[in-house]
């Protein structure tokens, strides 16, 4: 029998497919609160309600359009769509995506300072218990937490509030907000996190503890993780305080370990995105597509499948006819329904340096060969230079070369990481995933070394490495800290690349615009692409909505 505080996934797509029908907001406008606080939130199950809508808002982020403003500008891979967010040709007057980060990112903040409120006044009214109301005020906060991880990493220094929007007064008070010291608030968001995460009741597990569950509720290993992610860009820009800050992303990454434990026990296969809810995930955007009943879907996916073809040539497949081909092959697990947009395709960094074509792509991973030798088990998974495809000639199936790369001195595709299988036209219905429990070990190595603990750093680093099936590195390896904080980065892109993290990760080590311009492919980003352009602009509407409290004076640096 379900107790109250169990809820499939079913039911919690259905509260998010009517909770999207909202509309978004910014600071000036539309800032009225949704919620009743005054005369609903009495209970735990009202005040879970409430916690429902904070979701809302990533699903109109986290999307394929963010990826290009992410990975799609970064050094790991490119995609030639000659869309605005994928050249950087953005300005205050012509932001793009960055309407849509501001407007759902604080359509967030709005949700989660409103349902935070009424978690108090329920708790201060005695309709929840104590450990009710830890475990949802540690929920609300670490979702705003992530919210304003967001705001910050995309505009830097943004308007930061965390009272309820219940007046007009509020609403106008919140619009003339000027820009804030983004240290200052990520600061605010650490300790509120570490102080809210280990009170009684706040539950230390994996997000996706049970898949059977379907629990898309985030608690404290989101928490961790995003406080962890904060607190690392304070130490990476509040040099003054750095080691504090790198302490205390260490005992934010701590907790993460003492509740997912050794890394080897994910398989690393999982990391694919039609591998929903695994239990290494610590955030996932959730998408499904049932022919026969709910379809939640995004188009992630459309940005990655090679380039779809039909031909006049028949192949009989278990007695269907197959008509469809992706850049020459035969896929059956793609389908004949899809559509492709253009692709994301990887820099030549990337599949020339860092991960790089072996014989051992071609094998099944399944195949002892493949998993008894050293080798990047992730190069299978992050790209495809070919797949096992349909031979129509010989009628029987082997691994074949895509017609794009020809051969292994190409450039491949991304990899089967990012492909819907049997995918309906455009409707995504993979999970994206965002944070995985690997990225976190990865952090640890990178705040150990700014801790001068380089054994500690190689030791997180060879975590990682050892799982994805590479040998172990010492310090004989490194002449210098500087070249092992290039292989940090360096692994951070094998292990993460298309898990929206890239720009800002170049950007938090203050390395964006030369490493882009010097490793990018793409010709047109690099003709547009700017210093200022590590941040995104605060769109002109909402500057003369502040009555010019807000601006964008880096920009303004170079006429735009």
Known sequence: MKNRRTFTFKSAIVMLFVAIMFSSCSLEENMQSNYQTETYYKSYQECVTGLRGCYVPFRSIYNGTFMLALEGVSDLMYCNSGTYDANLDISPSNARFGRTVWTQGYLGVMRCNNIIAAIERAYEGNHITLQEYNEL???????RGMYYYLLTSFFGNVPFYTYPIETMEDQDRAAKLPRMSAIDTRAYIVDELLELLVKDGVAQKRTYESQ???DFRMGAAFGWMVCAKLAMWNGSKDKANSSMWWDKALTAIGHLESIYGELDQYPIS???FRNKYTRESIFEIANIYDEDGLKVTSNVALFFTPNRTTSNDEASLDGEKVWVYYDGLIIDELGDNQRTYTA?????YFYEQLQVYTDYDKLEETDEEFINNAFDHRSKINMAWGYKSYDVTNNEYKWQFFNSPKNETGRPWMGDKFWCPHMQ???????????RYAGALIMAAECYLEKDNRVKAIEYLNKVRHRAGLGNLNQSNFKSKAALMDEIQKEHGRELIGEFQRKFELVRWGIWFDQVYNCSNYTKLKDYMLPCHEYYPIPDKEVANSGGALDNKEYEKYGL
């Open 270 to 272: 999982d990391i694919r």
């Open 137 to 143: 005020k540690a929920e609300g906060a670490a979702l």
């Open 344 to 348: 994301f395709r990887p820099n030549q």
């Open 212 to 214: 059977s569950e379907g």
């Open 425 to 435: 036209s455009t409707a995504d219905g993979n999970n994206y995933k965002v944070f």
